[in-house]
């Protein structure tokens, strides 16, 4: 696991210059001798899988996701996320609709969350009711 | 009823919904409570995380969970942060938000803790309802600086004759409880514990014991002796017991601490008996393995010699313009085989300001406390010491080593002088007088009046099997017939010439009164 993601982060940046056929051939042939000829070959599973959690990273770094309690168009839901200094201009906007926000929506990046439910609202108040703080 | 009704009327006519905006982070991977986050911007070390499992609940649910999973940031790395988790780590998985506080690690504190048992993380664990508390200590603090002490000089007796005469202990020291385990180290702390019921009141700091990695059933029978004694109104237990993660059983020292600054900071003072630290290291050192820290000697990490070190800097006496209060530290360390010189017992016998070394080989001939005297060292303590025990005590610690090394010189000759064979029974005697049963503190001053008689030679002509008893007759006697010299010592806290003269005629008395002592045994002429 510990090499298999070595290996994974180390194919995964080669693999940004590899826009090519080509070089996309000439990468994967070349991971797989020096794979091979350092014993590593029962390694390629988990490399793999490494690789898929790399990119789903990636993914989420470049992605903003907009969960709403109810239908919201996309334009609306970058107008919101706008309102909050998150610029969704270059990256994948993702929306959702969950019931259970009751109201309002929540906003997420990879590093900020705008949380606008009335499920977390009401939630602080109850707890401020119970606790008393 | 009506003003229950009336508050929560306010709070939902108040109530407008706000927008959290959080800076958080993504659990990419967990195992054994650690969990490796991506994310968390500005995440400082030793920051309290929230690891929100909500996500995807209703409101119902969600306010049915009564416990959040909290972590706290350890490893700050280039692309990642790990963290370990304190609490149910099953409840984490790749994918959970972790939400940035922005704060240290800290526990709730208040004088309501007193007579409860806690988690680390300030949790009642007895079932005894909710502890209210307005203030958080953070667990990690830096100690306060020299300005802000004072040296050592109010005396924190244990009961214990053997202690309180020849390693003296003052309020805000760390002595170090060292031995192997079965020597009665834990009995040493309790008893400690046990005799502030002789002290005021006023005077009595409050104590509390740190439980780490011990047996939940050992908590418990603390717990009901204390209770039984009367001791657990002053007492309060912070326990991470073995069945407790290990980063709980890294925290629970520094909450212990952050507990005590509490009280200290109020201007009172507070002793902290940390059970023990051998298992804090282990419990760290898994800690440190599990976050890819590199391993170091015996595999302990690198900062081993810090983390123990900050934690018991914390200890202090502080100054008058602080409040004068106090944290004293009996840190307890499990040796293998004697061996005081492995890699833990070291580092922390060079931390604290002296050790009270417990040995088995004493223990097993019965001399219990099992104290070495001469490995037993008290560094700041005698400052701190009363002068009534200073004045009787002084000659016992020298006595006793003497003896200690004529006992030995004795198996291989048989034919002594009669100076030797004089302080050979003196020492017997002296050992039977500082034996004393576990549970059974001394107050100090009939601690001093027992010192003073054994100096001056009251129990040289009782059978060492009977001294004990001579004691305890001894002490009885004074208690029914001269209550005035204790009273005195407490008073005055030290020997003036007439209590003195008091004493040796109290000596008389009982010498008269109990005649059937002294008579079945002669001493070496």
Known sequence: ?133 | MQSIVEKLKKEIENFTPETRDEKIGMVVSVSDGIAEIEGLPDVLMSEMLLFDTGEGKTLEELTRETDAVIGMAQNLEEERVRAVILGDYGKVREGTVVKSTGTILSIPVSSEMVGRVVDPLGNPLDGGGSIKAKQRNPIERKAYGVIDRQSVNVPLHTGIKAIDAMIPIGRGQRELIIGDRGTGKTAIAIDAILNQLNEKPEDRPICIYVVIGQKDSKVAKLVHQLKQKGAFDYSIVVSASSSASAALQFLAPFAGAAVGEFFMDQGKDALVIYDDLSKHAVAYRQMSLLLRRPPGREAYPGDIFYLHSRLLERSAKLSPERGGGSLTAFPIIETQEGDVSAYIPTNVISITDGQIYLEGELFNKGIRPAVNVGLSVSRVGSAAQTKAMKKVAGKLRLELAQFRELEAFVQFSGDLDLNTKKQIERGKRMVEILKQDKGMPEPFPRQVSLIFGAINGLFDAVPAERVREAGLKFLTHIENHHKDILEKIEEYRDMPEDVAKALEAAIASFKTAHGDLFSQYESPR
Request: a positive charge; zero cysteines; aromatic letters at 6%.
């Open chain 1, 1 to 133: 696991m510990f090499y298999a993601r070595h290996y994974a982060e180390a194919i995964f940046d080669l693999g940004k210059d590899a826009h090519t056929e080509e070089k996309r051939n000439r990468l994967v042939k070349n991971v797989l001798e020096a794979v091979a000829s350092r014993g590593h070959r029962r390694l390629l599973p988990g490399i793999v899988r490494e690789i898929e959690k790399i990119e789903h990273r990636e993914r989420q770094m470049k992605t903003v996701f907009i969960t709403a309690a109810r239908e919201i168009s996309l334009s609306e839901g970058e107008r919101i996320a706008r309102e909050h200094g998150i610029e969704a201009k270059g990256k994948v906007v993702t929306h959702s609709v969950d019931g259970s926000l009751i109201g309002g929506y929540v906003i997420r990046t990879q590093s900020r969350r705008v949380d606008g439910s009335y499920k977390s609202a009401l939630l602080d108040l109850y707890n401020r009711m119970t606790t008393g703080q």
